[in-house]
């Protein structure tokens, strides 16, 4: 799209103050009609917008185009009315200061056209509230309705503006629309009851009976078609292609609502708008002595209705006129003739004066209540210049209307532009140009302008006529350079003119009026009595239009010339004491034909318009100037010499700025009292430079006053937190204390208690000694011994536990050993009752016994495989209880031999393979001795008496502790075992003993010693 946009800009120019050959007309059209065939209507002349029509709709005007241009500096896109809205519109907001954008141009150039556009450009781009969405909907929708009333087909336009606007848009400081004010001017009421061939009357009455509902036409009294209206038919062309009245009357019903009218005010307006219908068909007869008399009844009586006035003063009225005479109030009746002069001056003032209550209404509906300071953008689109076949007292207005706006244009364009050159002595070559204050003079100079001839004929005594009035002007104006009429007029130009016209010759072209009507429209008069009945009326507007007030004033009303002059007048000064932007409106053809581009048409306007003058003034001048106060306020900031102060003269502070922000010398002119800048974009570039710093100093001031804010926040807090430190530090400290106290107290018992420990349970003890069993049990609890045999691990107690100490290490013993002993099987029950036996036997006795406790006992070392079946025959009957392999030594020779030991449940054998060397029965045996150390000998005594009987059995071992302990339970010999130290006797045979001697030794040895006794030598045990 912006590409695209860029593509296009390079047709043609976009600023005529760019334009090489800027003096030259031929160029300047050319490059209006080449940007035309791209459709790019628009140009600029500097800050000046001049418009074509292109007579069809253009993509761009779409809200993509609005924002495209909001913010945006003038020069940066292409040319646009949105760029000079929003500028006016930002400047406004910077520099505080009220507005006016003057559109100007023909009839049918644009201008309503343009107006709408950028009024709908604020309300899209101006911020807004929810609360002002309804101020933007009036500001919009007011359009719609003063465009139905006030707006008609004419040849020229087919929406010609008949009335002038001048429309202020009230801005806030944020720059949000908040009201708006409408001035209204000279509405051409004479189209009500008169138009001329190919013109309509108002678009409301076309809009009324193509759109109105049946049962409001019903209620109205209407019929549909508009051909039976005669104020409706005089054009001949009631239905126009380009106009949709019945979608433009529902656009005006929903914007009457919005814009607060009310139902009733809705029902009373619109029954103005068909009493004026119905009054263009009331016709009069002529009775017998030729006075007028109504034809039908009906129509007065819908107007009655309609109007909320009796019928027969109605109809009076309109058939009679009172006259005064010598302080006496008589009815005349009226001729036909007048009667319907009367009837059209009554739709004339019922309309004209309807319009300004609308005026009024919307302007009530606009109105922003707040007292505060606005600044205000007014849009001025009046009715354009036109010319016609015949051009009558509306046209004149119009056209000196037009006059004036031209006028003011020159005085606030070229012709103070170049005052203010000089007298800021700005080096400067003057550029001519044609000022029209000579034709505004002839208008409306007091007492010699046209406007004064005519308001003298209107109060003249006598038969005045408008020819009258024509020969008049001739008398005054004769020899005036823009004046001509048929009598001052050249034989050629005569040619030209008709007896009853007078031609003004404009700054936009000649024109020539017809006087005929000028006095009559001048006087507007409407007869008194028939505003007596209109002061009756039950019609809300009606009432509100014709006050009896008015009846009273008996002065003579201003005419209408004067009066429009005078509001001009006004217009002037309220435009004067804005800043102008202006839009030039041309016409590309006359055919309102899209494409069109007509040459000597748009030459023409070019010429009149002052487009090339303005050109020339621009191009020479400087596009922008501020007095030195001013510009010096606003970009201080820029120069740190004259930031923030500067105090010196306003004029060498500016001359100070502009060197330092690096102006040219040819880029600007120091003058008197203003610094003049050549182009916008040097003041463009200082703008942004200024916005630039502004929010640089933005930042600095807001970062410095965030600081001032948070050092602030920092030092209640920092105070707050030292004050919340000290009370928790004073909590802390108290509880503290009394911590501390409570120690000492504790302290001081404890040591109380502590002294007195042993002292029976008193009040002095009785905390230390809970706490020191206390301590101590639960101390205990996590120093238990671990398991049966740790012996070692128990706490000491204190000396006043100690007997709660053994208890308690008992009951944990026995603990310890019921869980033990429940944790046993029943073998190793029997395993560790043996043991039990063994270490009755050995402990403490005998060498070795300690190591042999760890080694579990066996059920027997011999299984029944390794007995000898015969054995096992012999001693099966008394069941094997036990067999180890055993070493038998000979009782004479010592002579070791391997045998068997078995323990039966009877007895004990020693057997030789097959073969039971010696059976001892248990009960026969005597006792049983081992040595004290750790050799494996034990000796059986057996009993020994005869010599049949052999001796005491001598056997080793490898299993000694294991083998006896069975014996002995076997036995049931407990008490026969004995441990001997040294040396054992034995019985060898009945009277005969042998000794074994037991000995330690570095080796393990048995021998039979020279003394005959068999010497057993063990190791001997290591030391612990
Ligand atoms: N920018 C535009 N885009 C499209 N069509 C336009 C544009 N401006 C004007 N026109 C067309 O030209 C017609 C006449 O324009 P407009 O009513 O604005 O003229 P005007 O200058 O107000 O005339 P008058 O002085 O009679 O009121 C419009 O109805 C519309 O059809
Ligand atoms: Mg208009």
């Known amino acids: 799209m912006e590409g695209a946009l860029t593509a296009r800009d390079r047709v043609g120019i976009q600023d005529f103050v760019l334009l090489d050959s800027y003096t030259s007309e031929v160029a300047v059209l050319d490059n209006l009609r080449k940007r035309f065939r791209e459709n790019l209507i628009y140009t600029y002349i500097g800050t000046m917008l001049v418009s074509v029509n292109p007579y069809k709709e253009l993509e761009i005007y779409t809200p993509k185009q609005m924002d495209l241009y909001m913010g945006v500096n003038f020069f940066e896109l292409p040319p646009h009315l949105y760029a000079l809205a929003d500028n006016a519109y930002r400047t406004m907001l910077t520099e505080y200061n009220n507005h006016f954008i003057l559109i100007s141009g023909e009839s049918g150039a644009g201008k309503t056209e343009a107006s709408k556009k950028i009024l709908q450009f604020y309300a899209v781009c101006c911020p807004s509230t929810e609360q002002l969405h309804s101020v933007r909907d009036r500001l919009l929708l007011s359009n719609p309705v003063l465009e139905a009333f006030g707006n ?242 509306e046209q004149f207005c119009i056209n000196y209307c037009n006059e004036k706006l031209q006028q003011l244009f020159i005085q606030l364009t070229l012709k103070s532009e170049q005052d203010e050159y000089e007298m800021e002595g700005i080096e400067w070559e003057p550029v001519q140009f044609f000022n029209n204050k000579i034709i505004c003079d002839l208008v409306e100079e007091k007492h010699r302008g046209i406007i004064a001839v005519l308001d003298e004929e209107c109060v003249r005594p006598g038969g005045a006529t408008d020819l009258i009035f024509l020969e008049k002007l ?281 002294i007195n420990r042993n002292k029976p349970l008193c009040d002095d003890n009785a905390d230390y000694v809970t706490f020191v069993r206390y301590n101590y049990l639960n101390k205990l609890r996590n120093h238990l011994p671990k398991g049966l045999l740790d012996k070692t691990t128990w706490l000491n107690p204190p000396l006043m536990l100690e007997t709660t100490s053994q208890i308690l290490r008992r009951l944990c013993m026995r603990t310890m050993v019921r869980k033990y002993v429940k944790g046993l099987t029943p073998q190793r029950k029997a395993q560790l009752q043996l043991k039990v036996v063994t270490s009755a036997l050995f402990k403490g006795k005998k060498d070795g016994y300690t190591q042999s406790v760890a080694k579990p006992f066996v059920d027997t070392r011999l299984g029944e495989q390794e007995i000898n079946m015969k054995v096992l025959q012999i001693v099966r009957s008394e069941r094997i209880k036990y067999g180890t392999p055993v070493v038998k030594y000979d009782r004479n020779g010592f002579k070791p031999r391997q045998r068997q030991l078995i323990l039966t449940q009877v007895a004990a054998y020693v057997v030789e393979d097959a073969k039971v060397k010696q059976r001892v029965e248990y009960s026969a045996l005597k006792g049983v001795s081992v040595s004290s150390l750790s050799d494996g000998f034990l000796i059986l005594h057996v009993p020994c008496e005869d010599n049949k009987q052999k001796g005491d059995l001598i056997l080793q071992c490898d299993h000694l502790f294991e083998a006896v302990t069975k014996l002995c339970v076997l036995a049931n010999k407990h008490s026969s075992v004995k441990v001997v130290q040294g040396s054992i006797r034995f019985a060898i045979q009945p009277g005969k003993e042998g000794i074994i001697d037991f000995s330690t030794g570095q080796e393990a040895m048995v021998y039979r010693a020279k003394n005959g006794h068999l010497v057993v030598v063990s190791l001997r045990p290591k030391a612990r």
Not at 198 to 217: D, P, S, T, W
């Open 474 to 754: 001739e008398e005054k104006m004769g020899s005036h350079p823009h004046f001509v009429t048929h009598k001052l007029a050249d034989q050629k130009t005569r040619k030209t003119l008709e007896r009853g016209d007078f031609r003004l010759l404009h700054y936009a072209g000649e024109v020539t009026y017809c006087v005929i009507g000028f006095l009559d429209k001048n006087n507007d008069l409407l007869y008194r009595n028939i505003k007596e009945v209109m002061c009756q009326s039950k019609n809300v507007i009606v009432k509100q239009c014709f006050s009896p007030s008015e009846l009273d004033n008996r002065k003579r009303p201003e005419t209408v010339a004067t009066q429009f002059k005078n509001s001009l007048a006004g217009l002037a000064d309220i435009l004067m004491s804005k800043e102008p932007w202006y839009v030039r409106c041309l016409k590309p053809n006359d055919a309102k034909q899209p494409g069109r581009f007509d040459d000597v048409l748009v030459r023409h306007q070019v010429k009149y318009l002052g487009l090339m003058e303005h050109l020339r003034v621009r191009r020479a001048g400087f596009a922008y100037r501020r007095r030195y106060e001013i510009f010096l306020q606003r970009y201080k900031p820029l120069c740190p010499d004259t930031w923030p102060h500067w105090r010196g003269v306003p004029a060498e502070g500016v001359e100070r700025l502009v060197k330092y922000i690096g102006y040219k010398p040819d880029e600007y002119k120091l003058g008197r009292t203003k610094i003049f800048i050549r182009h916008p974009r040097t003041l463009f570039a200082t703008e942004d430079a200024f916005q630039i710093c502004k929010n640089n100093l933005a930042t600095k001031i807001q970062a410095r006053y965030k600081g001032y804010r948070v050092k602030g926040e920092y030092q209640k807090k920092k105070e707050a937190a030292t004050k919340i430190e000290n009370c928790w530090r004073g909590v802390q400290a108290r509880k503290e204390r009394e911590r501390r106290a409570w120690a000492v107290k504790v302290i001081k018992k404890f040591i109380k208690g502590f």
């Open 152 to 393: 008609a087909k004419t040849l020229r336009n087919d929406n010609s503006s008949r009335f002038g606007k001048y429309m202020d848009i009230q801005f806030d400081f944020k720059g949000e629309a908040v009201g708006g004010h409408i001035l209204s001017y000279l509405l051409e009421k004479s189209r009500v009851v008169h138009q001329n061939h190919g013109e309509r009357n108002f678009h409301i009455f076309y809009q009324l009976l193509e759109g109105g509902e049946e049962e409001l036409l019903r209620w109205l009294g209407l019929e549909r078609n508009p051909q039976h209206y005669s104020y409706l038919v005089q054009g001949e062309c009631a239905k126009v292609s380009s106009i949709n009245d019945k979608s433009d009357w529902r656009t005006v019903r929903k914007a009457l609502s919005i814009v607060d009218f009310s139902e009733n005010d809705i029902e009373h307006l619109f029954g103005i708008i068909a009493s004026v219908l119905h009054l263009g068909n009331l016709h009069f007869d002529a009775d017998g002595k030729g006075y007028a008399t109504i034809g039908s009844n009906a129509g007065v009586r819908w107007i009655s209705k309609l109007l909320g006035v009796p019928v027969l003063l109605l109809q009076e009225g309109l058939t009679h006129r009172k006259i005064e005479a010598k302080a006496e109030e008589v009815l005349s009746p009226l001729t036909v003739e007048h009667a319907y002069y009367a009837r059209d001056a009554l739709a004339k003032a019922i309309y004209g004066r309807t319009f300004t209550w609308l005026v009024n209404k919307i302007n009530e509906s606009l109105a922003n209540q707040d007292p505060r300071r606005k600044t205000v953008i007014g849009l001025l689109d009046i009715y354009g210049f036109e010319v016609f076949y015949i051009n009558s007292f």
